[in-house]
């Protein structure tokens, strides 16, 4: 459903992620324990790590590769970001660990390496090791865990640490701070306060900064509330602190919190921590659990949850190459049509041929008048009045007028697609049409005639379009995919 329903995010996110259904799920967190692979000393000492009533800290089913990708498929996951863990102790997951298992298959796998940057006497070999690993294998960022090495993130002196962001920056990595609630013993929690990790974000505004390890029932409102502040924080869910709750009881938890979807959609992550629990059960609670959610809040989620980190890096997260991305620009051409003067004005008319791509879709306009305008007044530039003219040829099409807030915009399109999607059969508008062919979309008529307007004029004043500072220009296409023309008429007076 969601996938037929689709808004237009080119005016979100640009035309490179206007279809996010081009790019895989991908489940954000994986360790690199499998039956197969030899394990680095550090990890050997972390599964023979045991508690006082001698069972293991760190759980772990027994996977091979070959499991673990039917696992993965199962799930509907294409790629899978596999993580270290550097605590600074005999005990941990090795960058080495990472690096072997993502070299099994760099398509599937992605690295996250791991370092303790606590000791502000380390030298420049830790970013020239990542630059090495960045040669062999596909690295998409770097992973800390304050509590447990007692590193300070706010230390301006840590001179590495600083490197390393600026790293981070230079070649599109995010950092990801463990909160630190797991079993394992000497954890120092000072070290990931909502203090500290506030006056990181606030020195901080450019990178990525992903949050994980967050106690669903404890701490999680806590930090989730910097999200609000902090454009650049992501938060990623994953289920080493479920304890005691199903992954849909989780998930629920999650969503019923006040305004989480509405800040988080498009800066949330779903890792399984597999082997500690199968990415099955996560995409199946999440699905369970968006189910029961609001049309748009169920279509977003599905949309871009398990796709989000796409967006964090082009060299490492790209589309599946099934279908060219350009495709879904929503405008195809423009050309003049026809050119009239006159001894008071000139007409110069345009038609333009648009895409939509789902069935029904607000495609944002904005941009494409004002380039449109732009380039038609290069051309008379001594012509300072006028208006501009559009008209719709189609039935089942009209312009709205609203503000380009990406929650209002998108408000409006899943509200305009949930009319649309409505049962028609009680409707005259069912039977054999004019065409010939079966005619069953009376909400798509419905939806034309009582929202927005067949055509849109706007003054032209001083050289500059009347347009008023929250002023933004829609067309609703329904009934669709499809390919339709408007008339696009600009009239200057002399």
């Known amino acids: 459903m969601e996938k037929l329903y689709l808004p237009d995010f080119n005016c979100i996110f640009g035309h490179k992620f206007a279809n996010p259904f081009l790019y895989k799920q991908v489940d954000t967190m994986v360790w690199p324990i499998l039956n197969d692979l030899n394990a680095s000393k550090s990890l050997e000492s972390l599964l023979e790590l045991k508690n006082l009533q001698q069972r293991p800290f760190f759980y772990r089913r027994l996977l091979s590769l070959d499991d673990l990708k039917i696992e993965l498929y199962c799930s509907g996951i294409e790629q899978a970001l596999v993580q270290a863990m550097d605590l600074g102790r005999e005990y941990g997951i090795d960058n080495v660990d990472v690096v072997n298992m993502v070299k099994q298959d760099p398509d599937l796998f992605s690295g996250i390496l791991s370092y303790d940057l606590s000791d502000p006497s380390l030298n420049s070999e830790k970013i020239s090791e990542i630059k090495s690993f960045s040669s062999i294998i596909p690295i998409c960022g770097i992973a800390l865990y304050p509590s447990f090495t007692r590193q300070n993130i706010n230390d301006k002196e840590n001179q590495i640490f600083n490197s390393l962001i600026n790293y981070c920056l230079d070649n599109n990595l995010f950092i990801k701070i463990d909160i630190g609630n797991t079993f394992l013993p000497k954890n120092f929690p000072e070290y990931t306060s909502v203090e500290s990790l506030k006056e990181f974000l606030s020195n901080n505004q450019t990178i990525p900064i992903v949050i994980s390890g967050l106690d669903i029932s404890g701490d999680f409102l806590k930090y989730y509330q910097l999200a609000k502040y902090y454009n650049n924080l992501w938060i990623e869910i994953e289920p080493r602190s479920f304890g005691g709750m199903t992954p849909t009881d989780s998930f629920l938890q999650i969503f019923n919190l006040k305004g989480f979807i509405q800040n988080s959609w498009h800066r949330m992550m779903i890792g399984s921590a597999t082997p ?101 007044k290069k051309d008379y530039p001594d012509l300072k009045n006028g208006e501009l003219f559009l008209r719709s040829y189609h039935t089942t099409t009209s312009f709205i007028i609203n503000e380009h807030e990406y929650g209002n915009y998108l408000d409006l399109h899943y509200k305009f697609a949930e009319i649309s999607k409505k049962d028609s059969s009680q409707f005259m508008h069912t039977v054999r049409a004019l065409e010939n062919r079966a005619d069953f979309n009376h909400y798509d008529h419905e939806l034309a005639s009582t929202f927005g307007s067949r055509d849109l004029t706007i003054p032209i004043i001083d050289e500059e379009l009347a347009i008023g500072t929250r002023e933004n220009f829609y067309i609703l296409v329904t009934f669709g995919p499809r390919t339709f023309k408007i008339l696009f008429k600009i009239r200057f007076k002399k």
């Open 276 to 376: 500690t629990l199968e990415s099955s059960q996560m995409v199946r609670g999440f699905l369970e659990a968006t189910e029961a959610l609001p049309f748009a809040q169920k279509c977003i989620l599905r949309t871009w949850a398990f796709r989000n980190i796409n967006r964090m890096n082009e060299f490492v997260f790209k589309p599946t190459n099934k279908i060219n991305v350009n495709l879904f620009n929503p405008i195809i051409k423009s050309e003049i049509i026809n050119t009239s003067e006159n001894s008071c004005e000139i007409d110069i008319i345009y038609d333009i041929t648009l895409r939509s791509y789902s069935i029904t879709q607000l495609i944002f306009l904005t941009t494409i008048i004002k380039d449109l305008f732009t380039k038609t």
